[in-house]
């Protein structure tokens, strides 16, 4: 099946610190999403990209669509403890139905 | 409120046992999914459904049964659990549009032992 690496697996880092999270693939997406889970909910939406080369932005989040149709990052500025938590990546073809998922990276947000 | 619930949040049960994971959405979304979680795995797609009687394969669809008699709902079975089909489990739905987030559920904690 299609595979996303997503990197890095885990980061600790302390609270006012930028974090920079990303994804590829050797294949190519139509659409890229990242989702982040909460210990013990369902990932919730953050970002969605539509089109090779947006930028899009989110309160302290922004997330890029690689030129290429093969990545895209994500990074968050000025960390905060509520960050905590896994920060899923997810490539959908066609739509963003039927979406490919990054196996995760665990966020921790030291004080 | 309107939203997607699933049950129940924590099942365990025995090898060679039937058991089913319930989901129901109150959006009237058109297409709802399964997921499993597995670390390293990120979320796989077990199953999918895009109307109520029409369901088809996901990534990993071996061991597990769906059905949609209801839009609003979308059961998992696994027939005959095994051990290798302990994971949590997410249900998600999703509007008609293309580009509609997928909204997930709160997940179901499964062990086979």
């Known amino acids: 099946g299609q595979q996303l690496n997503q990197s890095p697996q885990s980061m600790f880092i302390q609270e006012g610190e930028d974090v920079s999270m990303n994804c590829t693939s050797s294949?190519?997406?139509?659409?890229w999403l990242w989702y982040k889970q909460d210990p013990g909910e369902g990932p919730v939406l953050l970002i969605a990209l539509y089109k090779a080369g947006e930028l899009t932005s989110n309160g302290r989040l922004t997330a890029q669509f690689g030129i290429t149709r093969k990545d895209s990052f994500l990074n968050i500025s000025a960390s905060i403890p509520s960050d905590v938590g896994i920060y899923f990546c997810?490539?959908?073809?066609?739509?963003?139905?039927?979406?490919?998922f990054g196996s995760g990276t665990q966020l921790t947000v030291l004080p | 409120d309107a939203g997607i619930t699933q049950s129940p949040r924590y099942k365990i049960t025995e090898t060679g046992r039937q058991v089913t994971l319930m989901c129901h959405q109150t959006?009237?979304?058109?297409?709802m999914f399964w997921y499993r979680q597995d670390l390293g795995h990120g979320l796989r797609l077990i199953y999918y459904s895009a109307a109520a009687d029409i369901t088809d394969k996901g990534e990993v669809p071996d061991g597990y049964v769906v059905s949609r008699s209801k839009t609003e709902n979308f059961p998992l079975t696994l027939e005959s659990a095994t051990r290798s089909q302990t994971s949590v489990y997410f249900c998600a739905s999703q509007g008609a549009g293309d580009n509609s987030p997928l909204h997930f559920g709160n997940g179901t904690r499964l062990t086979v032992t």
């Open positions: 997810a490539g959908g073809r066609g739509s963003a139905r039927q979406l490919t």
């Open positions: 294949s190519i997406f139509n659409t």
């Open positions: 959006w009237s979304h058109s297409y």
